[in-house]
């Protein structure tokens, strides 16, 4: 059996990004690891980027400014890691 840490390193993803996930898809963090993995694995970066903009969203309009900073952390991080690859498919080896 898989721990939740050796599944986190699996999915190529960080604990901030999957509870980003988690907390926009009001999901468990092993539900949202899953995601967002999928979703890197088949072209879906953007729609993690959403995501992750949704809760900058959200906690701007709660006025919870050091959570937004934190999400705008985590959504550089992303992009800097997950480039987006409009149409390429990833060849087997």
Not at 72 to 93: C, D, M, N, Y
């Amino acid at each position: 059996m898989l721990t939740y840490t050796e599944c986190l390193h699996l999915s190529d993803l960080t604990q901030d990004e999957v509870e980003a996930i988690a907390e926009h898809e009001h999901t468990d963090p092993i539900i949202a690891m899953a995601i967002g993995h999928y979703l890197c694995c088949h072209d879906g970066q953007s729609k993690v980027k959403k995501i992750i903009l949704d809760d900058i969203a959200k906690a701007q309009r709660k006025g919870d400014s050091a959570h937004e900073k934190v999400l705008r952390q985590v959504l550089k991080h992303f992009i800097s890691t997950h480039p987006e690859q409009h149409g390429k498919i990833a060849k087997a080896s």
